[in-house]
C-alpha cells in the first residue's frame, strides 16, 4: 500500500482564493482525519470522518473551511475564501477501528 | 479538559548522552498515549503507544498514571534521532481521535 496520499504536496494562491486540498486514505481504513500545522499551534485536529460521516468538525476555524468524503477512498478540505493566516501544513491521517493513525506526507498551503 | 503537554520546545543534547522528553496529560478517564516522531519535512510517524510497551529505536515510554506523565526515553543519543517528537493522547468512545502537545524539537549534537 502506498499509504496516505495528500494531493497537491504544495500550494500557492492568493488571498481570496479557493483551495482545495485532497486525500486518499488506507485502503481498509474506516477513519479519517484532517489536521493543520502551523508553527504557533503545533498540530490541531480540524475534523474526523468515520465510516465517511463527520464526526467532530469542531475544530474547524469557521465558515471558510469546509470538508467532505464522499467515499471510503477520497476526502477534501476546501477553504473558500482563503486568507495568508491559513497558511500551514496540512495533514490528512486514516486509521481502521481506533487503532494507530497514519499521517499523509501533507500538504504545505501558502496564501499570500 | 482533555489536554497534553509538552513544557519543552526544544532539547538539545551531545551524542551519547540520555534523553528525556517530558509529557503530561490531563484526561479523566484512561486515555491510551502515543509518542509520534517527524523528521525534517517528513511526515508524522507514530514511534511508539503505551499499550504495546515495546522499545523502537531505542526508545522506551512508560505510562505513569500517578503523575499523569508519558515521558519519551533514551539512554544514548544519536545524531539521527534528531527531529520534532510528538506526545498524542486518545480517549475512549472518540473514535480514535487524538489530543496533540505542542511538540518538542529534539537537536542531538555531533
Known amino acids: 500500500d502506498a499509504g496516505v496520499i495528500q494531493s497537491p504536496r504544495h500550494e500557492v494562491t492568493e488571498m481570496g482564493q479557493e483551495v482545495t486540498l485532497r486525500c486518499k486514505p488506507i485502503?481498509?481504513?474506516?477513519?479519517l482525519f484532517w489536521y493543520r500545522q502551523t508553527m504557533m499551534r503545533g498540530l490541531e485536529l480540524l475534523i474526523y470522518f468515520n465510516n465517511n460521516v463527520p464526526i467532530d468538525d469542531s475544530g474547524m476555524p469557521e465558515d471558510r473551511f469546509s470538508a467532505k468524503m464522499p467515499n471510503a477512498s477520497f476526502s477534501t478540505l476546501k477553504i473558500q475564501p482563503s486568507e495568508p493566516r491559513d497558511s500551514a501544513v496540512y495533514f490528512c491521517a486514516s486509521s481502521r477501528d481506533e487503532e494507530t493513525q497514519y499521517f499523509g506526507p501533507g500538504t504545505r498551503l501558502l496564501v499570500l | 479538559a482533555q489536554r497534553v503537554t509538552q513544557p519543552e520546545k526544544l532539547l538539545s543534547v551531545f551524542k551519547g548522552a540520555p534523553v528525556e522528553l517530558k509529557c503530561n496529560y490531563s484526561y479523566s478517564g484512561s486515555p491510551e498515549l502515543f509518542w509520534y516522531v517527524q523528521y525534517s519535512r517528513q511526515r508524522l510517524q507514530l514511534l511508539l503507544r503505551h499499550i504495546s510497551r515495546e522499545s523502537i529505536k531505542g526508545f522506551t515510554a512508560d505510562l505513569n498514571k500517578g503523575e499523569t506523565s508519558f515521558h519519551l526515553k533514551k539512554p544514548f543519543a544519536q545524531e539521527e534521532d534528531s527531529a520534532m517528537y510528538y506526545c498524542a493522547l486518545s480517549g475512549g468512545n472518540q473514535g480514535g481521535k487524538l489530543i496533540f502537545g505542542q511538540g518538542t524539537e529534539l537537536s542531538v549534537k555531533p
Open positions: 485502503s481498509g481504513h474506516n477513519s
